[in-house]
C-alpha cells in the first residue's frame, strides 16, 4: 500500500509540473524572426551595391535591426526613403507579429566599400544583428540588374 501511495504521489506532482509549465508556455514569447525574399541586384558600380530583403517577426514582441554585416562589403548601411530622398538610419523596428520589409524605391541596404564586384549568380553571405534577438545568417543571391521580385524575372 505504501508502494501505491508513493506512486501516486509522484503522478500528483508530476501533473502539478506540467499544468504550471503549460500555463507559462502560454504566456508571451520574445520576438520569433525569419528572412525571406533576399536578393542583391547584380550592381552597376564597382564599389557600391542595393540589398533587399524581408524580416518576419512572427513574436510577441518587437525587435529592433540594429546593424548588418558582411565580409563582402567594408560597410553596410541602412537606409529609408521617405518623400523621395534616401536618408541613413542606425536602425529598424520588426514589429511583433509584423514585418519590416526592404524593397526597391524604400527601405535598403547599401553595401559601400564592395572587395569585389558581384556578378549574377553569386551569393553574398549577411549577417543580420538585433536589439533583443541573436544574429540571423542570410545568403543573399545577386540577380540580374533588373531583377522584379514581383515577377521572378
Known amino acids: 500500500m505504501t508502494g ?11 501533473l502539478v509540473l506540467v ?3 503549460g500555463s507559462g508556455a502560454s504566456g508571451s514569447s520574445g520576438a520569433v524572426l525569419s528572412v525571406g525574399a ?11 551595391a542595393a ?19 558582411s ?29 519590416l520589409v526592404f524593397k526597391s ?3 535598403h541596404l547599401m553595401f559601400e566599400k564592395l572587395k569585389r564586384r558581384p556578378e549574377q549568380g553569386d551569393t553574398i553571405t549577411l549577417r543580420l544583428k538585433f ?13 540580374s540588374a533588373t531583377y522584379n521580385p514581383s515577377t521572378g524575372h
Open 51 to 69: 540589398g533587399f530583403l524581408t524580416i518576419t517577426n512572427k513574436g510577441d514582441t518587437n525587435d529592433e535591426l540594429t546593424s548588418v554585416t
Open 105 to 107: 524605391g524604400g527601405n
Open 131 to 143: 536589439a533583443e534577438s541573436g544574429p540571423l545568417t542570410v545568403e543573399m543571391p545577386v540577380k
Open 71 to 99: 565580409d563582402a562589403a567594408g560597410e553596410i548601411t541602412m537606409h529609408e526613403t521617405a518623400g523621395g530622398a534616401m536618408q541613413e538610419v542606425g536602425s529598424f523596428k520588426v514589429p511583433a507579429h509584423g514585418q
Open 38 to 48: 533576399s536578393y542583391m541586384p547584380q550592381p552597376v558600380s564597382a564599389d557600391m
Open 19 to 21: 499544468g504550471c509549465g
Open 4 to 14: 501505491v501511495a508513493a506512486t501516486g504521489a509522484a503522478l500528483a506532482g508530476a
